[in-house]
């Protein structure tokens, strides 16, 4: 049952986790990085293979720009993956310096809120049916803009976008509290991107990028407040130690990530992935009008790392922390909880949490007819050596190309 459980989910790798990344510091380029985004699908694609659960490549726009996007998803259809969300990116033209669709200046709104329209354009090309929003905007100084006309301006570049979604699609609102701007930014929490989306409607949710918060925010809080909101739409991955590190999911604190899951699975979220999946097998779209699928999705960059073992790892790390989530026995907490047995209640999580998974992974793999550790897999199969040789000449992806 546990092992059905955790076959049946789905972990989506972004694309630009295969491109060249940095920090302002330094970009260290790496040999067989990919040229463009069919090479990025051609990575993401080895990571599926290895691992069974992450057939699907969330791009990003206009990195991953290319003169005919139905022939890119055609070419991941090949590979054996499609296409996840879009994200679109306002936040790297030199018009966006004081924002994008909350800039003071309406010409620079229209222009940003025309890349938006162009994503779902995207999506509608691809079979995407997610749209992922995160916007830089946001103000450095005291008095820099009117706060409160900014949040005018963001509700009305969600509804146009909101309006311009099709059957079956979403977007997901994802909030950061910081950076690029320090004093305000204008999605800086759960809280305000949650409003948004529950004026606007059922299309809208929040999307929750771990690496987001301030120190000390209790994360698996805010999934389970917004799973049982219905507004939960998915995940950014990653691990930070000190701010938006985008270091590999489940490194920094696989607890954490634990207790992040555990409340995906005790709010359901699994299971309506696995509905959604099964509707879909059969022809048609469970959730009706709205995905009511929880997107697990990685938000990651690979600076000092091999980037597709480090793919792999981060898929293996939600793997994981997943199956332990599933272990929790939660009769025997419902029973301590309701006694009142502190103590009892939470030595029923940390039995799970200690449980060494990994077997019982590697059995999984092998009954879906994949080698038990995919890091060896992938280190035996010779793709690294191969497109070290091949990818010489031309420009490297890297972030912002
Ligand atoms: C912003 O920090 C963010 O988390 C957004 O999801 C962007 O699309 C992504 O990082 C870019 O790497
Ligand atoms: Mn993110």
């Not at 993956?81 to 679109?88: C, E, L």
């Not at 779209?285 to 009511?292: I, K, L, N, Y």
Request: proline content about 5%.
């Amino acid at each position: 049952m546990i092992k059905e459980r955790l076959r049946g989910q789905r972990i989506e790798t972004p694309s630009w986790a295969y491109g060249n990344s940095g920090t302002r510091f330094k970009v260290f380029a790496q040999p067989g990085v990919p040229r463009d985004p069919y090479e990025k699908l051609a990575d993401a694609a080895r990571v599926h293979l290895h691992t069974g659960v992450a057939p699907t490549v969330a791009l990003h726009i206009p990195w991953d720009r290319v003169d005919d996007y139905a022939h890119l998803a055609r070419h991941a259809a090949g590979l054996g993956v499609g296409i996840g969300a879009i994200n679109s990116n306002v936040f790297q033209d030199d018009d966006y310096k004081l924002g994008s669709v909350t800039h003071p200046d309406p010409a620079v709104r229209r222009k940003a809120l025309g890349h938006l329209l162009d994503c779902v354009d995207i999506m509608d090309l691809t079979g995407s049916d997610t749209l992922k929003l995160w916007f830089s905007d946001g103000t450095n100084y005291p008095g820099q803009d009117d706060i409160r006309a900014r949040q005018d301006r963001l509700a009305e570049a969600l509804a146009a976008v909101y309006e311009r979604l099709g059957e079956g699609q979403r977007f997901l609102l994802e909030y950061k509290l910081f950076e690029p701007a320090f004093y305000t930014t204008d999605v800086p929490d759960w809280g305000t991107a949650y409003a948004h989306c529950v004026k606007l409607g059922p299309k809208a949710q929040v999307v929750v990028d771990t690496g987001h918060h301030a120190p000390g925010v209790n994360i698996e809080f805010i999934v389970a407040f917004l799973l049982r909101e219905g507004k939960l739409g998915g995940f950014d991955f990653n691990s930070r130690f000190y701010a938006d590190d985008d270091l590999m999911v489940g490194a920094a604190d696989p607890f954490q990530l634990f207790r992040i899951m555990f409340e995906v699975v005790r709010g359901g979220a699994l299971d309506d992935g696995e509905k959604e999946r099964s509707a879909e097998l059969s022809g048609g779209h469970a959730g009706g009008e709205v995905p009511r699928r929880v997107a697990f999705m990685l938000d990651q960059c690979h600076n000092i790392e091999p980037k597709i073992p480090g793919q792999i790892r981060s898929v293996m790390n939600v793997q994981e922390a997943t199956a332990k989530a599933l272990l929790v026995d939660r009769d025997a907490l419902a029973a301590a909880q309701r006694a009142g047995d502190v103590l009892g209640a939470n030595a029923v999580l940390m039995d799970a949490y200690n449980t060494d998974v990994r077997p019982l992974l590697a059995e999984l793999r092998e009954e879906m007819g994949l080698a038990p550790d995919p890091m060896a897999a992938y280190a035996r199969s010779g793709y690294f050596e191969k497109i070290a040789a091949e990818r010489v000449g031309g420009a490297q992806a890297g972030w912002g190309a």
